[in-house]
DNA sequence: ATTCGTGATCTGTGATCTCAATTTATTTTA
DNA sequence: TAAAATAAATTGAGATCACAGATCACGAAT
């Protein structure tokens, strides 16, 4: 028997749904303050509305969406507020998890984040931020993952999520993002020293100072970035339709 | 129009039940291990499935419960190792909201923190463990909201609910659990102290302490006071009928 | 005696429908 | 003309049903 029958996805759809929607708030193609329905969702999806339903419910559990008075459910919008201070749990959050990891620094872990740096400076290099963005989460959650904390691995996918649509779109409105993005490399080069060392103290603060970096340097843009974009307009709002829309 | 026609309910049935199974989680009346399906729940909570259905999968999304292979819901199972990482992780997370409260703290806030310490002395004195827990984590949550940091408020959340149903359960099995409380209270009043001396660092330190304090006495036990209640009897387990349940 | 196949049952998931709340525009009333 | 009432539509919540997967017991086949 040689065909290869591949694999049955026994996923369900609802997590597939809300795997599909984080990626989109992680993108940006969410924005903060966008409104979602239910229905509309399940269409362009290709599904009923119960699994949306579902995946939209957990996000909302989340904070990566709120439901308005009226129950719909809109992107967490941004405020200042909010961003000084998923900056500054971070700092303690992903701190910890830099100290754990330093903890259980392996020969195979440093290479592998050395080898996920490099990948940065090479969209810093090759000028495509988004290359950048992706190598630099993937450099984090690497870390986050050599500390074997789930709970805390959890705590720190939650602040992404919510941090993420608003970092994404900020980061694309950087005039000259190469600067920036460039002495990010540099503190990880600092946490993979402190790792190397085992000096978890050490991690911690470098990643503290990461964080701290991009924190200080979006700080005075945020009121102006965090402007939602413009509402699509709904195809059809809630409501009686008005005499000039009804059908001869 | 004197009639007090009283006040409508609008919340819906799923946070109803969310609320309870959360509830029962941090009394105890929910122990790891424990299996949970959603039409036996519908039923005794007198429901559809459907809010039961969101209101599980939310606490499956917070980890409070898992979803086993067959899919079937269960209170999370405890470990050791998830003990250790709870533990630590509510030092530096909880510190971090101790620091941040004392930063904010008012004379009013003392007043209140004040009032719950000793209410949980008066709970000590008089040999009633629930009184103790309850005014225990009214003084947590008060500080906490104190610090002003709904998203981290969320997450402290969390990992209450997480830890909840464990340490409700080691607290019971204490056979003398009042001097272990009145160490409690002694942290507490270190913390009320620090904040009175606007002192932020000294209070995430009390605090790192008095949760410390609550992971080393329990730390020789989580592997003894861990094991599972016995699970009830399924009423009626999956598969076929015995011949010998079947009705003449 | 062991293994395999079949049927019965429980379980969660997804589909679909109805309902209630909210919103908007139009019509009616004063 | 302004306010109130009515109508029409969208939206999420809850109810119900069907389905697929998992599990168990029993009978048939070897």
């Avoid at 980061?171 to 020293?193: M, N, Q, S, W, Y």
């Amino acid at each position: 028997m040689k065909a290869d029958l591949g694999q049955i996805d026994s996923t369900t759809i609802q997590s597939q749904v809300y795997q599909r929607l984080r990626e989109a708030l992680f993108t940006g193609d969410l924005t903060p303050g966008e409104s979602l329905t239910i229905r509309n969702l399940a269409t362009v999806l290709g599904t009923s509305p119960m699994p949306v339903r579902e995946a939209l419910q957990r996000l909302v559990a989340e904070r990566a969406l709120v439901q308005m008075p009226n129950r719909t459910f809109r992107v967490t919008p941004f405020t200042p507020d909010m961003f000084r201070e998923l900056m500054r749990v971070r700092m303690t959050v992903e701190g910890l998890a830099a100290d754990q990891a330093a903890r259980r620094m392996t020969a195979t872990g440093l290479r592998k984040l050395t080898q996920l740096n490099a990948a940065m400076i090479r969209g810093i290099e090759n000028s495509d931020p988004a290359q950048v963005m992706t190598a630099n989460r993937n450099f984090h959650f690497t870390l986050y993952e050599i500390a074997e904390m789930p709970q805390l691995l959890d705590i720190i996918n939650g602040l992404w999520l919510r941090a993420g649509p608003y970092l994404t779109n900020a980061h694309r409105k950087l005039v000259d993002p190469l600067p920036f993005f460039r002495a990010g490399t540099l503190f990880h080069e600092r946490i993979i020293t402190a790792c190397q060392s085992q000096a978890p103290k050490a991690a911690a603060t470098a990643m503290a100072c990461d964080i701290w970096h991009s924190a200080r340097r979006f700080r005075r843009d945020v009121d102006l970035i965090n402007t939602p974009e413009p509402e699509p307009a709904p195809k059809r709002p809630r409501g009686r339709p008005k005499k000039s829309e009804k059908p001869t």
